[in-house]
C-alpha cells in the first residue's frame, strides 16, 4: 500500500496502460480512444444536422463514456486515498520555468495558470480555452488522440497512426518553444 | 460485458494517469524539452506492452469475452491530409493545456476544476470541426 501512495515510475505505469488496448479488445471488440468521447457527447448533446453526430452515440460510445466517468473517478481516488506530492522535475525543466516566470511549481498544473480567475487574462484564455479548442479540434480532425494513435494505433502498425504522433510533437514543440515564451 | 466494467477500468486508467502524473503540466513541459525520460518512458513501454499482447491475442487466436473474432478495424489513409494537420493542431493544445483528452478529465477529478472549462472548450472543437469537415482537407 506505501508504495501505491508513492508517484508511480513509467515503468509501471506505461505498462497498465498497455494493457488497456488487449482488455478493451477482449471485453468487447472496443477500440482504445478516449477522444472518441468528444464526439460522443457532442452527438448526445446537439445531434442538430450535422453528419458527423448523427448516429447511435449510445451503442457506439456508451462503453466509452462509462470509461470516461471512471477515468474522472480515478482522478479523485488518486487524490482522494492515494497521496499526492509534487512532481519531481528534472533540475532543467525548472529553470526553464523559472525563466518563463513561473515560480510555484507545486501540484500537477501551475496554480497561476490554471485557476477560475485566470480566465481572465490573455494567458490564462489562451492555455485553458484556446489550448483546450485546440485539444478537441485536433483529435477529431486527426480521428484520435495520444491513446488512439500514440498507444493503440501504433501497436497495430497503422501507418495514420504515425503521421499523427508525428504531429502531435511538431505541435507540442511548435507551442512549448515558440508559443509559451510570447504568452506567458 | 456491461458498463460497470468499463466503468471500473476507466477507474484504474484514471488512477494510473494520476499517479504517474501524466496528468501533469509539468511533465508536459519536461517532455516536450527532451529534459526526462519519464513520459518516453510511460508511452513507449505502453506502446511496446500493447504492440506484444496484440501479437500475443492474434497468434493464440483469442475471441472476446463473447466469443466474437477479435477485429481491429483499420484506419483508411485517404491523403493523410488529416492525420498530420489534425495531430500538429492537437500537439499546440496538448502542449498549452498540458494535457490529452483522458488527463483533461483526469484532472477534474483530482480537483483542478477549470479543466471543466478546457473540456467545454474541447467539446466546441470537436463541434466546430463536424461543422467544417466537408470543407477541410482529409
Partial sequence: ?184 | MGLVTYLVLGVLFGVTLTKSEVTSWFRIQEMFRFHAFHMYGVIASALLVAAASLALVRWLGLRTAAGEPIAIAPKSMGRGHRYWLGGTLFGVGWALTGACPGPLFALVGSGLSVMLVAIASALAGTFVYGLLRSRLPH
Fill in chain 1, 1 to 184: 500500500m506505501e508504495a501505491l501512495k508513492q508517484p508511480w515510475p513509467w515503468y509501471v505505469a506505461g505498462p497498465l496502460i498497455g494493457l488497456f488496448v488487449p482488455l478493451l479488445l477482449l471485453t468487447g471488440n472496443k477500440g482504445f480512444g478516449f477522444s472518441s468521447n468528444l464526439r460522443h457527447l457532442c452527438a448526445a448533446v446537439l445531434p442538430g444536422r450535422l453528419d458527423y453526430f448523427r448516429y447511435d452515440w449510445k451503442a457506439q460510445g456508451g462503453w466509452n463514456l462509462a470509461f470516461l466517468i471512471g477515468t474522472v473517478a480515478g482522478g479523485f481516488v488518486a487524490v482522494q486515498w492515494l497521496g499526492t506530492a509534487d512532481v519531481v522535475l528534472s533540475d532543467a525543466t525548472r529553470s526553464a520555468l523559472a525563466t518563463l516566470g513561473l515560480g510555484d511549481l507545486s501540484g500537477l498544473a501551475p496554480r497561476e495558470l490554471f485557476n477560475w480567475t485566470s480566465l481572465l487574462t490573455l494567458r490564462g484564455l489562451a492555455l485553458v480555452v484556446g489550448g483546450g479548442f485546440l485539444v478537441g479540434f485536433g483529435t477529431a480532425y486527426a480521428g484520435g488522440c495520444t491513446s488512439g494513435h500514440a498507444i493503440a494505433g501504433l501497436a497495430d502498425f497503422q501507418l495514420p497512426s504515425l503521421l499523427a504522433v508525428l504531429g502531435f510533437f511538431a505541435g507540442g514543440l511548435l507551442a512549448t518553444h515558440l508559443l509559451l515564451p510570447l504568452l506567458l
